[in-house]
């Protein structure tokens, strides 16, 4: 269920009569609550998407409010007052200030910061917005997603104003970079992936401050929606890659290796994927063929953008593909529900889909696929850390210690061979992503399963409530990076662990022991005895309840859904890891149970967006069949008489989405807004070249029949207009001699 609060909920609220006061806030409501204590009290039910513009921006809310339900989130939509959006950035009690349990959205558009004073006042408007958000940054509880939405053309007609807004939209741009809660849309994405035709609307700019056409607000709603999906989705980590009509056209054992063809369309989509593992996403390959096949398939083609080295894994065979997505889950020691698998070949995906229900599997059209893959939200990175462009090395690493672990005679040996490095320490300021990357991501060897933002841990460590360290891992192989955290306090005489996490790829080498240990030490360095670690089981970390069991002497106190684990200091100062009782991962049961986030995934129907849903005019059709479908059924009022009746009806139908609309039907009481209403006027404007004012709307029953009167005397008025203008010009265009004989001849003909 979506629940929307407007920013305007009396559709005469835009166009204020005269000496009321736009700025105004209402800072209590009927109960005598605050506004921001009221909000507070409302985020407490569900998300709230708090959206602050600098132009009228409501548009934008039928199409988030649609994608919502595509997506099955449950979440409100709040605007802040018009154009406040330095006002939200610096007031600790706006509404997207005390917005601790959604998103909030930034919508910025370089004209109306210039306001008039140009190149200069745009570019100071630009500095005083940064210093704001990071400010904002660093204390809002939310992320924040900043759309710089395109300039008018008449803006972007100085060069002198065309070159600051490209000065400012990089600035904007670095900035965002820099702060890892803030999340940038820039025009030319928007461009590249959701272009519209007609993207701006004079008129409607000029009557109520909205610039844009329905069309575009619907490409807009998708892009922030899309921005969302992937700040609250659980990140995929590899692609599964067919080859034959996937990564080439053609069947190399039948084609021949020189046979295949790599065309322009199969280019980007190795192009596609080249930039997905550079984003930190793992590739492997499916292929039902001969190994030699295949891999001759890749050296006769040294020009294609993939190379097999590009895949970290790879199954060449005539097994059923479900089978092999299971053995690489297995290998890589990664669940089932972080694959995506991509095929053009129906039947395949089908199977497994069925067999392997936890993966997303796409089937990419034979036609336009590069088109397709921009289109599969799944494959979006809100942010792309370090440790995410290592990891497609990293795992390369981790295969090698796997060769050497299977040569090694024993599994003390291969630890010996390792030279393994464990380095624990507090965080660096720029590490705080990743570790809470970690706690998102981080499923087996999680102890209390809590997952938390940047912000939230910024905000812990900043406040004393938690302290944390950071646990780095390298061998001889290489480096595998910040791969564990624990987050702990002092409370109640006792070192007690809120946080304790290890990625899987750094399981079974004793590094979890190390951390334990230095829990240990810690409290001991404090005049602590006593170390309590807390489990919350989930469906994953099974791993770290035996690990945790498995340490011995302590205290335990059960409780729902978890345990306490009470544990002398000096025991943990003195655990050292067994490597002839290791602690395995069990893989398998890993790679074959569904995370929590499963079904969540599968929700969402990535499929259907990227064939159907990326058109803004199809989009925007489905947002209006949505209205349509919940506006209650009544008669039409007055069938149409006249052909402009008609046309106008048809107009009202598709602005209003209503199912039925009759020539005495009142605007209003079909569902029509002051924002429609710009709309209504500005299509007019367009459609019958006559200048209509909004007091038109407010002055009476405005109704098809009225809007048709109205369009009619514009008409006659201007042609009545042109027509005496035609004389004049006439007249103007005789000399004086031909002037005073016209009047002669017409003084005689009013004689007879």
């Known amino acids: 269920m979506i629940r929307v609060r407007r920013g305007l909920e009396d559709p005469r609220a835009l166009f204020p009569p005269a000496g009321s006061n736009d700025n105004k806030v209402n800072t209590q409501n009927s109960t005598g609550m605050s506004s921001a204590a009221q909000r507070n009290a409302d985020t407490a039910a569900a998300p709230v998407a708090a959206i602050s513009a600098t132009f009228t921006a409501e548009p934008v809310e039928e199409t988030l409010a649609f994608w919502f339900e595509e997506l099955g989130l449950d979440c409100r939509i709040e605007f802040a007052p018009y154009n406040q959006v330095f006002q939200q950035l610096l007031d600790p009690a706006s509404l997207l200030a005390t917005n601790a349990n959604g998103v909030n959205i930034l919508l910025v558009r370089f004209d109306d910061w210039a306001n008039g004073g140009g190149q200069v006042r745009l570019e100071e408007a630009a500095q005083q917005f940064v210093t704001g958000l990071r400010a904002a940054a660093a204390h809002w509880r939310s992320p924040v997603i900043v759309a710089q939405c395109p300039c008018s053309p008449g803006?972007?007609?100085?060069?002198?104003?065309?070159?600051?807004?490209?000065?400012?939209?990089?600035?904007?741009a670095g900035a965002a970079l820099d702060l890892t809660s803030v999340h940038m849309i820039t025009p030319a994405e928007l461009e590249a992936l959701y272009p519209v035709g007609e993207i701006h609307d004079p008129h409607g700019d000029e009557l109520g401050r909205v610039p844009y056409t329905p069309e575009f607000f619907a490409a807009l709603g998708t892009m922030v929606a899309r921005r969302i999906d992937a700040l609250r989705r659980p990140p995929h980590k590899v692609i599964v890659l067919d080859a034959d009509y996937t990564l080439w056209k053609g069947v190399c054992a039948e084609d021949g290796p020189q046979g295949i063809v790599v065309d322009d369309d199969r280019r980007a989509v190795q192009e596609f994927m080249l930039r997905q593992r550079e984003a930190g996403m793992l590739l492997a390959l499916?292929?039902?063929?001969?190994?030699?096949?295949v891999v001759e398939a890749?050296?006769?083609?040294?020009?294609?953008?993939?190379?097999?080295?590009?895949?970290?894994?790879?199954?060449?065979?005539?097994?059923p593909k479900s089978a092999n997505l299971a053995s690489m889950a297995e290998e890589l020691g990664l669940g089932l529900d972080s694959f995506v698998f991509v095929d053009d070949n129906e039947t395949e995906v089908a199977e497994v889909q069925a067999n392997c229900p936890e993966a997303l599997a796409l089937t990419l059209p034979k036609e336009d696929a590069a088109r397709f893959l921009n289109h599969v939200w799944a494959f979006d990175h809100p942010k792309i850390t370090q440790e995410d462009r290592e990891r497609s090395a990293m795992y390369a690493q981790n295969l090698e210690r796997a060769r050497l672990e299977k040569q090694a005679p024993s599994l003390g040996e291969f630890l010996t061979a390792l030279r393994l490095e464990i380095t624990?320490?507090?965080?660096?300021?720029?590490?705080?992503?990743?570790?809470?990357?970690?706690?998102?991501?981080?499923?087996?060897?999680?102890?209390?399963?809590?997952?938390?933002?940047?912000?939230?841990?910024?905000?812990l460590l900043r406040s004393g409530k938690l302290e944390c360290l950071t646990v780095h891992v390298s061998d001889r192989f290489g480096s595998y990076g910040l791969v564990g955290a624990m987050l702990f306090a002092v409370r109640e005489?006792?070192?007690?662990?809120?946080t304790f996490l290890l990625s899987c790829r750094a399981l079974g080498k004793g590094v979890e022991h190390r951390m334990m240990a230095r829990l240990g030490e810690i409290a001991r360095e404090r005049g602590l005895e006593t170390v309590r670690v807390r489990f919350v089981q989930s469906a994953r970390n099974r791993p770290a309840f035996d690990f945790v069991s498995s340490i011995g002497a302590g205290g335990k106190q059960a409780f729902d859904g978890g345990?306490?684990?009470?544990?002398?200091?000096?025991?943990?100062?003195?655990?050292r890891y067994e490597p002839a009782a290791p602690v395995k991962l069990p893989a398998s049961a890993a790679a074959k149970s569904p995370s929590r986030s499963t079904a969540r995934r599968r929700d969402v129907d990535y499929n259907r967006i990227a064939a159907e849903l990326w058109r803004p005019d199809a989009i925007l059709e489905r947002v209006r069949e949505r209205r349509e479908a919940a506006a209650p059924a009544r008669k039409a009022n007055g069938a149409p008489r006249t052909e402009l009746e008609r046309e106008l009806v048809a107009l009202w139908k598709e602005l209003?989405?209503?199912?039925?609309?009759?020539?005495?039907?009142?605007?209003f009481d079909l569902g029509g807004h002051s924002l429609l209403a710009v709309q209504l006027i500005s299509r007019v404007r367009q459609q019958y070249s006559v200048d209509l004012s909004l007091e038109l709307?407010?002055?009476?029953?405005?109704?098809?029949?009225?809007?048709a009167r109205a369009i009619e005397v514009a008409q006659i008025n201007a042609a009545g207009a042109d027509r005496y203008g035609a004389l004049l010009a006439e007249v103007e265009s005789l000399s004086d001699d031909e002037v005073r004989a016209l009047l002669a001849q017409e003084q005689d003909a009013a004689g007879d």
């Open 286 to 293: 499916a292929s039902k063929n001969e190994e030699d096949d």
């Open 155 to 172: 803006f972007l007609a100085d060069a002198g104003k065309a070159a600051a807004a490209k000065r400012v939209s990089d600035m904007l």
């Open 298 to 319: 890749f050296r006769a083609n040294p020009d294609m953008p993939l190379r097999l080295e590009h895949f970290t894994v790879r199954r060449v065979n005539w097994q």
């Open 697 to 707: 709307v407010y002055s009476g029953a405005f109704t098809v029949e009225a809007l």
């Open 656 to 667: 209003l989405a209503a199912p039925s609309v009759g020539v005495h039907d009142n605007f």
């Open 424 to 459: 624990i320490r507090p965080p660096q300021s720029d590490e705080l992503a990743r570790v809470a990357q970690l706690t998102q991501r981080t499923n087996q060897m999680n102890l209390s399963t809590v997952r938390r933002s940047e912000l939230d841990i910024r905000d």
């Open 493 to 498: 005489a006792a070192l007690v662990v809120d």
């Open 563 to 575: 345990a306490d684990f009470i544990f002398p200091a000096s025991l943990l100062c003195g655990l």
